[in-house]
């Protein structure tokens, strides 16, 4: 099941927040040229089948890239009590290579100490000992269950600042704000929650959000802020064959230009110290002594001083309560208004959370409601800015019941169960297999019973039944089945 990723997204304006290309000549797009480092979690918060699963995953994602010194050149690093490196840039030159390597990778166990591994993927991603290469994109994805030992803002920025694009992957239920923060911007293209054994349904849309994210670029800008942008370029220049000239100035007011010269290794740069709700005029341009590079102009419009939340995130969902955050925290804020009521006709209920809060549960709820949920930010100006989002809390769920095992032969029984009470709309059956790869079966809400094969004698199986619901899984119930062991025929003997 993949997990809800982001909700109530404030659609803002194009002229608000967002750089828009200028007409000029076009650039045809070539294929993906970068290096792209895997940064998975190997602790012991990965339970062995989970790390298996994902495993599976990157090997998979993986596998089809077009990978060699030409293209795209891959490496992968394990987060555990120490970062190990499994293998380097210049290793493998192909895909089918690279998937076997990923797939004989050993789980390290051990603390879970992310930045400590960010601090050695920022030397693997640029240093020539670890094969990576000069002048070319930088991709960083890292696969976690959202849990870390050590501080993962701080190194993460760096690798930003560099021009890494980072993407996420959380298989668990990590902090949605911490994470939208660590990864590239913004977090609806860069951030995925889902569960571990869904993972193979985001791999055609990452791999093809990796391969763009490594294609040359036009100018642009990310990190919009009320008096600051990222401007991001592709690799035109080298340290020795070059510089740039980078010049923006309001859209109104041309001769209040401010100009940069940046070396020809640079492909990012913040401007601040901007007007808030003012467009401004941003043009690059390539001096080189070796070919002529068109200039590059773009506008962007920072955003108003008193902004709302840009989005809302409703996670922890239960029959009686829900966790609400939002973001960003914008300056100047007094306080938050939270009005939350059911649709679509009910009381609406006001909580006021402080300035320094960007988070609230939201309890004595009913269950299987829908709620209109308005988050808004109070400025010491008296202005007020809000966003909404819907939210629905879960069914009340129970249990399947009792769990029943009928032999059909030494590899095979029959597993049946009781229905559960509620809405059910179907149920999983998992088996975990004590020799031999696991299983997942979905079935009816009218099916009771399914037939497990491969079941080797004399193992220890698990098998887990869970019900499922309109809005959520519900509980599950989990049994072990042990198959008898084949005994010997009696030898024959004649009297």
Partial sequence: MIMWAALGLLCLPLALGQSIPEPGPATPSSAAHGDLLFLLDSSASVSYYE??????????????LPLGPGSVQTSMVHVGSEPTVEFPFDRHHSGAAAQEAIQAAKQLMGDTNTGLALALAKKQLFTTEAGARSGVRKVLVWVTDGDSSDDVQAPMQVLKDLGVTVFIVSTGRGNFLDLSAAASQPPEKHLRFVDVDDLQIIIPELRGAILEAMRP??????????????????????????YYLLEVAPSANPGAKQSRQLFGNETSWVWDGL???TTYKVVLVPESNLQYLAPQ?????????????????????????????????PVGVLRYQVLYGPLPAGGAQLLEVPATENSTTLDNLSPNTTYLVTVAAIYQSGREKALSAKACTQEVASKTGRLYFQSLGPST?????????????????????QLGPPSLLSVSPQTHSVILTGLAAGTTNHVCVTPIYPSHPGPRRCQTVR?????????????
């Fill in 297 to 329: 102009t773009i506008q962007v419009t920072t955003l108003e001083e008193e902004v709302s939340p840009a989005q809302i995130l409703i996670s922890h969902w239960k029959p009686h309560s829900f966790h609400v955050s939002w973001g960003p925290s």
């Fill in 413 to 433: 029984v029959n597993a049946s169960w009781d229905s559960a009470e509620g809405d059910v709309r179907g149920y999983r059956v998992r088996c975990r297999r």
């Fill in 483 to 495: 198959m008898h062991p084949v005994t010997p025929a009696p030898e024959y003997r004649p009297t």
């Fill in 217 to 242: 670029q036009q100018l642009h800008a990310t990190d919009v802020t009320s008096q600051s942008f990222r401007l991001v370029w592709p690799p035109l220049l080298s340290g020795d064959s070059g």
């Fill in 275 to 277: 007007e808030p709700g």
């Fill in 51 to 64: 790390f298996s699963r994902v495993k599976e995953f990157v090997g998979q994602l993986v596998q089809p």
